[in-house]
């Protein structure tokens, strides 16, 4: 006999019989004979999708009166040495399997029922309306079993993500992203046999937690698979099924799904310690710790590197995009485009002159800045690489990741005269930066006091200082690397 927090699990000979409780945890309600009877068909019917030769049936419980008292489901029973929870504690090879259970999915999401009603699960209020009924259940655990700190954290992180990605959960809706998945895909419940894995347990008794975003349903597994000590798995996993799917989300929300997702093991976690089970305690502080972790790491970020040509500033900006994972945006780059230049072309105007006058950089910044909120509102992250001179248009770069509830960061690049003399010195014709304006820029610039100083000429490497200054320091996680 095994229990979890909503069933009672009697495994005798070949088969398997569920039997559900009669408890009410507000998410669901199986106090009444007649729900559990119709939660013990619905559980047979939506898993034998993709395992149909183990969901046998539902069976009638009959006491010795004759009369009906409840109801099991009937399954057959899996080799407890083939369960993926159970291979990945003992270290046993699973990487073809779990290639083979990325195809299962990603076949099972191809042919998954979609519609408006299912649709409507996808939206950011709806996700925020799942995190919400999480924060309130678990008030009551806070300062107990819980860490109240963390879980106030956790709330915060979750909000700012979800405020200012409209434009994300839009088009994943569009995309066709939201579909009638599995909804509760851990370890446990996956089986890697001779002939195929076998995926057991999909969520039932709420169909609305069970319309969910393709890249939320595959994030529970990654999450279970990472909080088993198996995060290379997990990440092949991930890679695995983007690869079959061709889903091209960014990175920040997978790690939003896989927090979500640990948090609501966190949640049942604490429904086990309530029930009596004094060891799920630490799965509280382990599920709770994953799920700061990947919220801090999909925080949405926006950093601007500035600071007069010659001081390094475009080198470190393609080192923070690489670290972090993000988008690089040059106003070098986008000024040529927006006034039709070559950059084979050199650099012969002087400051404020031909491409250089403040109504073409007014253009570049403000085309910039348009391109950076696209970005943002999709969930991915930017580097902003430009002179920033000027205050206002800091300003409004801050009046961006303000509206975008995305995370700014300013950095000024600075080097020593003799470096600058030295690099612009070595720049050829179809270098892409306006190096011969430098010594006007630095002189034009207005004060800069937000922003963190990071000389690229020092002992310490600029991007050292640059992610130990502003805590940058997360690197990019190998299960985004689709992007």
Not at 198 to 216: A, G, H, I, S
Not at 363 to 381: F, I, K, N, V
Not at 411 to 433: H, K, M, W
Request: with cysteine; charged share 30%; glycine share 10%.
């Amino acid at each position: 006999m095994v229990q979890t927090h909503a069933a009672v699990l009697l495994f005798l000979g070949d088969r398997v019989y569920k039997l559900k409780k009669p408890v009410n945890f507000g998410f669901l309600d199986f106090r009444e004979r007649a729900d559990r009877a119709r939660m013990c068909h619905r559980e047979t019917r939506c898993n034998r999708r993709l395992a149909p030769d183990v969901y046998l049936g539902v069976a009638d419980v009959v006491g010795p009166d004759g009369k009906l008292c409840d109801h099991l489901v009937m399954m057959r029973r899996m080799p407890d040495d083939r369960r993926l929870s159970a291979l990945v504690r003992q270290g046993a090879p699973v990487a073809a399997g779990l290639d083979r259970l990325a195809r299962l999915m990603a076949v099972f999401h191809a042919g998954a029922k979609r519609g408006p009603a299912i649709d409507a699960e996808g939206t950011r209020s709806a996700l925020r309306g799942r995190w919400d009924a999480s924060f309130d259940q678990l008030r009551r655990f806070h300062g107990g079993v819980l860490d109240g700190d963390a879980a106030t954290e956790v709330e915060r992180l979750a909000h700012r993500f979800l405020a200012g990605r409209d434009l994300l959960f839009a088009e994943r809706i569009r995309r066709g992203a939201i579909v009638d998945g599995h909804g509760d895909l851990i370890a446990d419940d996956v089986f890697l046999l001779d002939d195929g894995p076998r995926v057991l347990d999909c969520l039932e008794f709420d169909d609305r937690l069970r319309y969910v975003d393709v890249l939320d349903d595959i994030a529970f597994l990654a999450m279970d698979l990472e909080h088993l000590g198996a995060p290379e798995p997990a990440a092949r996993f991930v890679d695995r099924y983007l690869q079959l799917s061709g889903d091209v989300a960014p990175a920040a929300l997978l790690h939003h799904y896989t927090a979500y997702r640990a948090f609501v093991r966190a949640k049942v976690a604490c429904l086990r310690h309530e029930q009596g089970d004094p060891a799920a305690a630490a799965d509280v502080t382990a599920y709770t710790g994953l799920t700061l972790h990947r919220l801090r790491t999909g925080t949405v970020r926006m950093v601007l590197v500035g600071g007069p040509p010659a001081t390094g500033k475009s080198t470190l900006a393609g080192q923070i995009a690489d670290r972090i994972g993000a988008t690089v945006l040059s106003s070098d780059r986008i000024r040529q485009e927006v006034t039709g230049t070559d950059p084979r072309d050199g650099d012969g105007d002087g400051y404020r002159l031909g491409i250089h006058t403040t109504e073409w950089t007014e253009h570049t910044y403000a085309q910039m800045l348009w391109r950076a909120r696209r970005l943002l509102q999709r969930g991915e992250s930017v580097v902003l690489d430009a002179t920033w001179n000027r205050e206002r248009h800091r300003r409004c770069a801050r009046d961006l990741a303000a509206g975008t509830s995305s995370e700014l960061t300013e950095l000024r690049c600075t080097a020593r005269p003799a470096t600058v003399g030295a690099r612009l010195g070595g720049r050829g014709p179809g270098e892409l930066s306006d190096a011969g304006i430098a010594a006007a820029v630095a002189r034009a610039a207005d004060a800069w006091p937000e922003s963190h100083e990071v000389p690229t000429d020092a002992p310490v490497p600029a991007l050292t200082r640059a992610l130990t200054l502003t805590g940058l320091s997360a690197p990019r996680e190998r299960a985004g690397q689709h992007r």
